[in-house]
């Protein structure tokens, strides 16, 4: 038996329940994995409030590191021991999962089980944004909302590897602070400037290339108005709620734009895919291109907890759940 957080009905941080689970043996094309460090990510709320919909019951949580326990049969690229990380399926608030061998990648020696739980989704996530919903250019200027968030810092670390312009906003002077201290051009402080007339200041009135936005509905239509005659929104999370476009000739009045909802499964339809998206992740913090900030960490068994603070906007960089 090990411990898990099973949600058994959608609705708030108090339907995270832990409960003693039995794992048993990984099957065919499975990993038995005993995890060291659990990411926590606004997907968990999203899936933990049915905003996105899972078959009741499951274990929460979609990203983590470990070890290797136990190989299922026709897993031939694994061994017990290796060290592994993973993002998705579901399944991570727990001591001990199984895990089919295709979601796991290797984790080098110089990556700990912390930085690797607390970047890999995010990093993953700033991979194909990045490279693959939008081939980032260096002479391109982008505005990345939430900033200071997990997958905000790796976004604009690599944003600025790539060699691109970074202008970054979040909800405090102090959060502005990480923002520029993760090398952002320019950071704005969305609750006390009007984010949009910043945007068209600072970018001569012509707007960005691309918005990244991982907030949702209070800064969708918004940042319509940041963007550059055919420029790209990407919307790519709902922390303020889901987005919807209230007619599609919008796109058009404001010139010609164009809009994304992309996801991870989209992206990550094989091994490969979120193998390549690790390697060049793992390569660059190698590098000390993108460095990872682990800013809260809170025992497994305080999962809810850990949910109140992160709904509550109260977090920054990454936070790990510890077995």
Known sequence: ?????????????????????????PGQGQLKIRNRAIGLN??????????YKTSLPFTAGNEGAGDVVAVGPGVTDFAVGDRIAYQGPIGA?????????????????????EVAAASLLKGATAFYLLHWTHALKADETILVHAAAGGTGQILT??????????IG??????????????????????????????????????????????VGAVTFEPSLDCLKVRGLMVSFGNAS??????????????????????????????????RVAADALFN????????????QTWPLA???EAHRALEARQTTGSTLLLP
């Not at 090990?2 to 043996?25: H, I, S």
């Not at 796109?251 to 895919?273: E, W």
């Not at 660059?284 to 800013?295: H, N, P, Q, S, T």
């Open 169 to 214: 906003t979040a909800g405090s002077d102090e959060k502005c602070n990480t923002v520029r201290g993760n090398g952002a051009d320019l950071a704005i402080n969305y609750k006390s400037d009007d984010f949009v007339a910043r945007v068209k200041e600072l970018t001569g009135g012509r707007g960005v290339d691309v918005v990244y936005d991982g």
């Open 241 to 274: 709620g889901p987005v919807s476009i209230p007619r599609l000739g919008i796109l058009a009045d404001k010139g010609s734009l164009y809009v994304t909802r992309p996801t991870g499964a989209g992206y990550f339809r094989t091994a490969n895919d979120l």
């Open 1 to 25: 038996m090990t411990k898990a957080f099973v949600v058994r009905e959608y609705g708030g941080p108090e339907q995270l329940r832990l409960e003693d689970v039995d794992v048993g043996a």
């Open 42 to 51: 606004f997907v968990d709320v999203y899936q933990r409030t049915g905003l």
């Open 302 to 304: 305080q999962a809810v």
């Open 157 to 166: 670390q690599w944003a600025k590897a790539i060699g691109a312009r970074v």
């Open 284 to 295: 660059l913090i190698e590098l000390g291109r993108i460095k990872v900030a682990i800013d």
């Open 93 to 113: 608030y727990a001591e001990e999962r199984i895990l089919p061998a295709d979601k796991a990648v290797r984790l080098p020696l110089a990556i700990s089980y």
